[in-house]
């Protein structure tokens, strides 16, 4: 194949390349950064979308983010692209934090006692036959997080969007007037 690797990568490659991108962190974020910014739509479909995203990055189901997030945003009308730039919230780095704090919050919510604070107790198998002892506390207080971080980052990403495509437009027709004179 044209553009394959020579030597393929190994498991320990791949999850050091999932986890530490080969660009840097602050290289891929920029990169990031400048697809959500190029995506086309309006301003508010692009930032619905990304806020859908976001919130349902919120949410402990794992696997399920990209497909609700699609379905959402078609049911919308929101940017189909910002929505899965969104779901990126939730990744590798992300996911303790947010499976913590949703688990804390959903105890509080539901007013049960975080009772497995007892590291040994909270094995594969008491999650598999008590599913919903950690399940309804994630979901629970994944979605109260997700409404907000959904809201906070609408709030955000709307006007940087807005901010960018004029100045892309701006940037644009400066180089059409250009060319039309024959520079």
Known sequence: MMFRRREPLTPAGRLRRLLWPSMGLVRSGRYVAYRIARIQGSPHAIALGIALGVALAMTPLLGLHFPIAFLLAWVTRASIMGAMVGTITANPWTFPAIWYSSYRLGCSLLGMAPGHEDQARLTLAFLIDHPWQ?????????????????????????????F?????????????VLVGKGI
Do not use: C, N
């Not at 399940?135 to 006007?159: D, E, Q, R, S, T």
């Open 164 to 176: 960018y495509q004029e100045k892309r437009r701006d940037r644009r027709r400066a180089g059409r």
């Open 134 to 162: 950690v399940f309804a506390p994630m979901l629970a207080g994944g979605a109260v997080m997700g409404v907000a971080a959904g809201i906070i980052a609408y709030v955000i990403a709307k006007p940087l969007i807005r």
